[in-house]
Nanobody, 122 residues
Framework: QVQLVESGGGLVQAGDSLRVSCAAS????????MGWFRQAPGKEREFVAA???????YYTDSVKGRFTISRDNAKKVVYLQMNSLRPEDTAAYYC????????????????WGQGTQVTVSS
């Protein structure tokens, strides 16, 4: 059974840094691209960042230069390092395994985790 478990969220102040993690089990992790999405209250879930199985990275424009996605295939973990956090980054952050197609498309992912809440105060 595939399971993705996010952790590391919390309450921080604007300008702070935070790293969230996603631990995978039940899948051949090194063969999958992985993605991070976020969802704020009343808004749709949106793409944040992704990393291919080969290490190519993708970011939404609003986080470029501030967020970094990485992966540790030996530990089966994907990370999202978030620097210079802003109040508009407040959301529940979800990871998922990429299936096919564009890395930016929410519908191209499966096995969503339960999410971890990130709250940035001004």
């Amino acid at each position: 059974q595939v399971q993705l478990v996010e952790s590391g969220g919390g309450l921080v102040q604007a300008g702070d840094s935070l790293r969230v993690s996603c631990a995978a089990s039940g899948l051949t992790f090194s063969s999958y691209g992985m993605g991070w999405f976020r969802q704020a209250p009343g808004k749709e879930r949106e793409f944040v960042a992704a990393i291919s199985w080969g290490g190519v990275t993708y970011y939404t424009d609003s986080v470029k230069g501030r967020f970094t996605i990485s992966r540790d295939n030996a530990k089966k973990v994907v990370y999202l390092q978030m620097n210079s956090l802003r109040p508009e980054d407040t959301a529940a952050y979800y990871c998922a395994a990429h299936v096919s197609g564009s890395y930016y498309g929410r519908g191209n992912y499966k096995n969503w985790g339960q999410g971890t809440q990130v709250t940035v105060s001004s």
